[in-house]
């Protein structure tokens, strides 16, 4: 029994890091992609525009469900969704996990 609990417990870690993204990789890609609009002067809490939202510290599940809205159409918006169709889940996984690690200024009131 325990056996089969460790070989369980070893492929939940697996799995957890076999989807896992990431940094360097996203660093790259959002310098690459995504700064011009969101990161004025390499900061992520000035998008070029105040209608564009701000992505540093935003939770990482909300960063990668966004982006695969946006490539499925569910929402619309002709830039990002010309955007994220270039994206893959490994891309959009990397992007998450560094933007999400960023220190942004938004937060939650209690």
């Known amino acids: 029994m325990k056996k089969q609990m460790f070989a ?3 492929l939940f870690a697996f799995a957890s890091f076999a989807h896992a993204g990431d940094l ?3 660093k790259a ?4 992609q995504c700064a011009a609009c969101h990161a004025q ?20 599940d909300y960063l990668i469900q966004a982006l695969h809205e946006y490539q499925s159409g569910n929402r ?4 990002m969704g010309g955007q994220a169709a270039t994206l ?7 992007l998450a996990t ?8 938004l937060y939650l009131k209690k």
């Open 98 to 105: 560094y933007l999400s690690s960023l220190n942004g200024d």
């Open 88 to 94: 893959n889940d490994q891309d959009i996984e990397n």
């Open 76 to 79: 619309n918006n002709a830039i």
């Open 29 to 32: 890609k959002a310098e690459a």
């Open 41 to 60: 002067n390499g900061n992520w809490n000035k998008p070029l525009d105040p209608s564009y939202p701000k992505l540093a510290g935003q939770h990482k």
């Open 24 to 26: 360097a990789a996203g």
């Open 8 to 10: 369980v417990a070893a």
